[in-house]
């Protein structure tokens, strides 16, 4: 598991980046969120992820 910071997220879209700790931006899908209700992150919030290989 990793961590970063929500560098931005267009919910709208559905899609943003999120900053790595080693400095990699990572984009971000609202599908591979894991909440309850509306699936949106906040600019500046911090998370935990996983790194998937893009298709």
Known sequence: MANGTV??????KGFGFITSEEGKDLFAHFSSIQSDGFKSLDEGQKVE????EGQ
């Open 7 to 12: 560098k931005w997220f267009n919910a709208d």
């Open 49 to 52: 992820f996983d790194v998937e």
